[in-house]
């Protein structure tokens, strides 16, 4: 199941904004950026079912409200398009600091003449979706057109839109109409998809075409056929997701690097006070006994610490495999991997390559066999050996780690859990 976190990050105009990072259970393929609609948030219905359905696929969603809206600090009166925007860029400074750099935008409406302003200028993004979104700015003057005199006269007025009052500016106006984002597509060279509703009665069928007809190749269209503006029914954000999850997929990390979940609740482990070695590990609802063998002193109640890094190396293994296969849609049956550990003299260890390169003494050897269940083509083999040791549990292994040991004082005696 996938989690939702909340984190926030400092606005354009110096306001904290409120963000909610979806990610999903196991680890992560790549991050997404998703921009909401005019005056919306990130709690819209459509919004929170389209990043549960591509978090479910292995992306992580950034979804945040924008200066002035939803649960974000600040004054929509003093916003405009060009402060959505660069909220983005701030919000994809916030991913690579902490996690890392979005390689998917998606912007809804409004949001996505936002992403198409913004995304040209990220490096790292390797590809923009689009739904339902305006080829330039100025089109959400439609909502408030009764009240342009107004605005432009007595500088401001209060418009209601969907049932909420929004104080919009004369700047607000003025800003709309200096961006061009259309120029911004035309200049894009990074693949779009543009998702669209041909009957969408707020922004028409025409402004996916403009976008279209703008953008360069590789470009896809999908009609959201019978969808209203704002994706209303859940089949239609399913749908959304599916297809981008599909159709990103392609272009996300084409040797897939399997990224780690940066942030994760604390694991312990604690004496049981049965035998000489045995402990208990805690991880959320999660309890499991670790041990050493009778020949050592200890009850054989459970794996040995050793035999948990083997275990670790051969779960992620199959993980990573698994889901490299339905990245490619490759019909591979069960896996399994077997993994041996043991200290060997590099003198005697000729199968372990550079990292014995220069060593003398004995280093810690693991091998590991991986079975899949029928016929594999001799073409796939090697890639799959490849993205194995893509293992995020294998390149730790085989990385330089830093361990920081605190010595603490218990508060209280530690609780131990029965399994």
């Not at 194995?388 to 603490?408: F, G, M, N, Q, Y």
Request: overall charge negative.
């Amino acid at each position: 199941m996938a989690k939702s976190q909340r984190v926030t990050f400092t606005g354009s105009n110096g306001h904290e904004l409120a963000a909610r990072l979806d990610l999903p259970e196991g680890p992560i393929l790549a991050f997404v950026l998703f921009a909401h609609c005019f005056t919306c948030s990130k709690d819209f219905v459509a919004a929170r079912r389209i990043a549960a359905g591509l978090s479910a696929r292995g992306f992580a969603v950034l979804r945040f409200d924008f200066t002035g809206l939803g649960s974000s600090e600040g004054d929509f009166a003093n916003t405009n398009f060009s402060s959505n925007v660069e909220d983005l860029l701030r919000a994809v400074d916030f991913l690579r600091t902490h996690y890392r750099a979005p390689e998917i935008m998606i912007g809804h409406s409004l949001g996505g003449a936002a992403v198409l302003s913004a995304a040209p200028d990220i490096d790292e993004v390797s590809a923009v979706v689009t739904i339902g979104a305006p080829a330039e700015a100025e089109h959400v003057a439609h909502n408030f057109l009764p009240h342009l005199d107004t605005i432009t006269e007595a500088g401001e007025a209060d418009v209601n839109l969907g049932g909420r009052t929004f104080t919009i500016r004369r700047q607000f106006l003025q800003d709309i109409r200096d961006h061009r984002v259309l120029d911004r597509v035309k200049g894009l060279r990074k693949p779009l998809l543009v998702l669209h509703a041909p009957t969408d009665q707020t922004v028409g069928i025409e402004n996916a075409a403009a976008i279209f007809d703008a953008a360069r190749h590789p470009k896809s269209y999908v009609s959201l056929e019978n969808a209203d503006h704002l994706l209303s029914e859940p089949e239609d954000a399913a749908y959304v997701a599916d297809v981008v999850a599909s159709w990103a997929a392609r272009y996300v990390d084409t040797d897939f690097e399997v990224l780690e979940e940066s942030v994760s609740a604390h694991l312990t482990v604690a004496e049981t006070g049965q035998g000489k070695f045995q402990a208990i590990a805690n991880r959320g609802r999660h309890r499991l006994l670790v041990d050493e063998p009778v020949k050592v002193g200890g009850l054989d109640s459970g794996p040995t610490p050793y035999d948990y890094l083997a275990i670790a190396l051969g779960a992620c293994t199959t993980m990573t495999l698994r889901m490299y296969a339905a990245h490619k849609k490759l019909d591979l049956g069960r896996i399994s991997v077997e993994v041996d550990h043991g200290k060997v003299d590099v003198s005697h260890c000729e199968d372990c390559g550079e990292v014995s390169a220069g060593r003398q003494g004995r280093i810690d050897r693991f091998v590991r066999r991986i079975r899949i269940e029928g016929p594999v083509p001799d073409e796939l083999q090697a890639k799959l050996l490849e993205i194995a040791d893509k293992c995020p549990v294998h390149r730790t292994l085989h990385s330089d780690v830093a361990i920081v040991t605190r010595l603490e004082p218990a508060a209280e005696p530690a609780t131990i859990t029965e399994v």
